[in-house]
């Protein structure tokens, strides 16, 4: 019902930048909220960052406070995640998720990005 598509991962170096994005298709008119989540081999998924669609109050995991900037379009139905000062501990397959009015989880997933940051 909702698709997901995350773009603008890849290999950065430690301090480096990268921008991810996650363009929203589909019933995107019944967004709740979107956020980031990242998943390292043999590590559970966790969370990166949340953004309420309406309003765009923001919540931060502290792997990520103060580095890590989680904004939207509205127009464009796509959610960003600015990543700045990267470390080797970043490195993780970032997915884009979307929850939708009525729901309290986030149901809809994208394929995920992949960021490497090297020492």
């Known amino acids: 019902q909702v698709q997901l598509v995350e773009s603008g991962g890849g290999l950065v170096q430690a301090g480096g930048s990268l921008r991810l994005s996650c363009e929203a298709s589909g019933r995107t008119f019944s967004t709740y909220a979107m956020g980031w989540f990242r998943q390292a081999p043999g590590k559970e998924r966790e969370v990166v960052a949340h953004i309420i669609w309406y309003g765009g109050t923001r919540y931060y995991a502290d792997s990520g406070k103060g580095r890590f900037t989680i904004s939207r379009d509205s127009i464009k139905n796509t959610v960003y995640l600015q990543m700045n000062s990267l470390k080797p501990e970043d490195t993780a397959l970032y997915y884009c998720?979307?929850?939708?009015?009525?729901?309290?989880?986030?149901?809809?997933w994208g394929q995920g990005t992949q960021v490497t940051v090297s020492s």
């Open positions: 998720a979307a929850r939708v009015a009525g729901k309290r989880e986030y149901d809809y």
